[in-house]
């Protein structure tokens, strides 16, 4: 960083993290964001629903890992809460509950695992979820959101971290330690008129 001529970067929280850190001064970082429209382009593949037996707007979807920052165990607490007895969590990445669980962190038993997926079949999550949850502790730039977003699915992420740059007017927030703030950010969306003001201004957001 300090022999580059020029150092690029994701975001403001990326370029203050490399000042922050003595990569690289200011005058020499310049912030070029990530796109997200390569969710688009190849076709969905709706096979994936069958295969997990999802419907349409019946589910919510997440993408994580069981990397502590990711903060899934978050999501499990939530959908362990009495109001989301009867919801279903899509979770997508290679981790299963056996991982998580060797992680420390117990699934509740409407979270479902689809394991690895194809961008097709990620865009077709994303395209059918109710919402799309992000509860990270800490991102660089967060791509999930915006290739959420891209694909008309509304989202609920951690103020956290690069999001809150990244999604701005796009995204509802939530502390990503706090559950009882993603229960109401997420049972928000239960209302059409505010489920279809986000989809809006996450598509104008991406």
């Avoid at 096979?47 to 037996?53: G, P």
Wanted: charged share 20%; net charge positive; aromatic share 10%.
């Amino acid at each position: 960083g300090k022999s580059a001529r020029l150092v690029l970067t994701i975001s403001n929280f990326a370029k203050q993290s490399l000042i922050k850190y003595g990569i690289a001064p200011a005058e020499k970082i310049r912030i070029v964001p990530n796109g997200g429209d390569h969710i688009l382009w190849q076709p969905a593949d709706d096979k994936v629903l069958k295969t997990n037996k999802l419907k349409g707007s019946q589910y919510y979807f997440a993408v994580g890992s069981t990397k502590r920052y990711k903060n899934i165990a978050r999501l499990f607490e939530v959908f362990r809460q009495p109001e989301f007895a009867n919801r279903r969590l899509v979770l997508a990445g290679g981790a299963d509950a056996e991982a998580y669980k060797r992680a420390g962190h117990t699934a509740p038993p409407n979270v479902e695992f689809t394991g690895m997926v194809s961008d097709p079949q990620l865009r077709s999550l994303y395209e059918n979820a109710h919402a799309f949850l992000f509860p990270s502790q800490t991102e660089g730039f967060g791509l999930p959101p915006i290739e959420a977003m891209f694909c008309r699915c509304p989202v609920v992420a951690a103020n956290a971290g690069a999001m809150p740059e990244i999604c701005a007017t796009g995204a509802r927030f939530a502390h990503p330690e706090d559950t009882a703030q993603w229960v109401s950010a997420i049972l928000a969306l239960d209302s059409v008129e505010n489920r279809s003001e986000l989809i809006h201004a996450g598509a104008a957001r991406s």
